[in-house]
C-alpha cells in the first residue's frame, strides 16, 4: 500500500464518519464514530510524519490524540450511555 493509498483511506474515514454524523447516522460517543476517528487521524499523522508535513500533523495528531481521549472515555464508562453530558445528541434525537 502506498503513501498515497494510506492518505485516501485515512481521509476517507475522518470525513465519512465526520458526515455520517452531522446525518445522525453515528454518535458522537459511539465506538462506530472513535474508532473511524481513531484510525482515520492516526493514518494521516503516519503519513504527515513520513512526508514531513509539519502543520498537517498539527492538525492531525491532534485529532488523534482526542480520539484516543474519546475512546478511553467510553471505554471507562461501558455500556452505560453518556447523553447527559454537554453537547451530546438527546439520544439520537433532535432537540
Not at 34 to 42: A, E
Not at 56 to 80: A, D, H, K, P, T
Amino acid at each position: 500500500m502506498s503513501v498515497d493509498d494510506i492518505q485516501l483511506v485515512g481521509a476517507f474515514l475522518v470525513l465519512s464518519g465526520f458526515m455520517l454524523l452531522q446525518f445522525r447516522a453515528l454518535h458522537e460517543r459511539r465506538y462506530p464514530y472513535l474508532l473511524m476517528n481513531f484510525v482515520g487521524s492516526g493514518l494521516l499523522s503516519f503519513v504527515a510524519i513520513h512526508e514531513a508535513l509539519w502543520g498537517f500533523l498539527l492538525l492531525e495528531g491532534s485529532w488523534f490524540l482526542f480520539s484516543i481521549y474519546g475512546l478511553v472515555g467510553r471505554l471507562r464508562v461501558g455500556g452505560r450511555e453518556t447523553s447527559s453530558r454537554a453537547g451530546d445528541f438527546n439520544g439520537g434525537a433532535g432537540h
